[in-house]
């Protein structure tokens, strides 16, 4: 969006508030600031010189999870997303970055990963004598299943290798996909490692890449270049089914709720697979939440790293009207979702299970 775009896109909001609704900010927070409203009122005033750049105003931008409702709801058509990714590109082009934020930058640029961990153990989960091959099929794992939620990447590996789907991943030569780069506006630094993992595609022949996080496949499919086909595993997954190649051996008498993470949902558009992957699990009582699809409100985990308190109470909502509808178990594809729901599960009185999608098929596969 270049400057005049933001310009008109800025002033194109009516301040009808409509945006309030969907706004999981502002429901727990509750100031106006933290509303799409608010934040275009705050940016009208800095265009106009009236307001600087304050540290309530650095909050107002950060903490958005840029779950996307606000766009999904706002009557006048306004590109909220590219609005505050435009914004934080200016802020970061002048050195103006929350400290967080600068701490992330330092930690993803020295280890391709923002958990600070080594670069050569990125592929410790994988079997020993694993070797990377050339192949069109890849896994890319991203940062959380290679290190913390390693279940998740063993799992995927585990349910692709029972149903003989021929794929290699990079191991310990896959980088960071560029996503917490390109969330704060660090665009050269983001485009830097799509150009290395870019490279590692070319090089094994891949033309399919197919991702467990919903956050790198955001990233692949708007960032990298366009020859790739972009997978989540569930498409993936729903397509074996589909075709007869994943047998289950075990019913799961469960209800059981989908809770639909922004990035897979309405970053994306894949909405249908997860529930079709569920539905084919013998016995399963498939839940929804009250506004789901390209209406559900956002889990809050993309604000772990900004305030922890508020992403895990915008999680406990979501846990506590699951547990109101009886389901016995939440299942999500996203390892952000994933971790924010079992912290927000722990405010809440009520007992629901919490699912990553992989781990829990291949439990209940055929063994
Ligand atoms: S993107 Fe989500 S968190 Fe950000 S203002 Fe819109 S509704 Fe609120
Ligand atoms: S819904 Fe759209 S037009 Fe209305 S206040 Fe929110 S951003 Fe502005």
Not at 35 to 61: C, H, N, Q
Not at 332 to 346: E, H, I, L
Request: with cysteine; net charge negative.
């Amino acid at each position: 969006m270049n400057k005049q775009e933001l310009v008109e896109n800025i002033y194109t909001c009516a301040s009808c508030g409509y945006c309030r609704f969907g706004c999981p900010v502002f429901s727990e927070i509750g100031f106006e600031r933290f509303t799409a409203r608010g934040r275009m009122l705050i940016f009208k005033r800095i265009l106009e010189g009236k307001f600087p750049y304050t540290e309530d105003v650095f909050r107002s931008i950060y903490m958005c999870s840029q779950c996307a409702n606000c766009e999904e709801i706002c009557p006048t058509g306004i590109n909220f997303i590219e609005i505050i990714d435009a914004l934080k590109i200016d802020l970061a082009r002048e050195g103006k970055l929350p400290e967080s934020q600068k701490a992330m930058r330092e930690i993803v640029r020295e280890k391709s990963n923002p958990f600070g961990e080594a670069r050569e153990e990125r592929g410790a989960w994988l079997p020993k004598d694993y070797q990377v091959k050339e192949s069109e099929a890849l896994y890319f794992v991203g940062c959380a299943a290679s290190y913390s939620l390693n279940r998740t990447s063993r799992s995927v590996m585990k349910i692709l290798e029972k149903v003989k789907f021929d794929f290699t991943t990079l191991g310990n030569l896959e980088y960071c996909c560029g996503e917490p780069l390109f969330r704060m506006g660090e665009i050269g630094l983001g485009n830097e490692l799509v150009e290395k993992n870019s490279l590692e595609f070319e090089r094994l022949g891949v033309k399919t890449i197919f991702a467990s996080c919903p956050g790198c496949l955001k990233n692949l499919k708007h960032k990298y270049p366009p020859e790739f086909r972009v997978l989540h595993t569930v498409q993936l997954f729903s397509e074996l089914i589909k075709e007869g190649r994943v047998e289950f051996g075990k019913e799961l008498n469960q209800r059981v709720i989908y809770h639909d993470g922004c990035d897979i949902g309405r970053h994306v558009g894949i909405y249908e697979e997860p529930r079709e992957i569920l539905q084919s699990i013998p016995g399963v009582e498939l839940l929804e939440f009250d506004y789901n699809r390209e209406e559900a409100i956002c889990c809050g985990g993309p604000l772990v790293s900004q305030d922890p308190g508020i992403a895990k109470k915008i999680a406990s909502r979501r846990v506590e009207e699951a547990v109101e509808k009886g389901a016995d178990v939440i299942v999500t594809t996203c390892p952000t979702c994933f971790v924010n729901f079992k912290d927000g599960a722990k405010l809440v009185e009520g007992k629901v299970d919490i699912q990553e999608i992989s781990q829990l098929l291949l439990k209940l596969l055929k063994k």
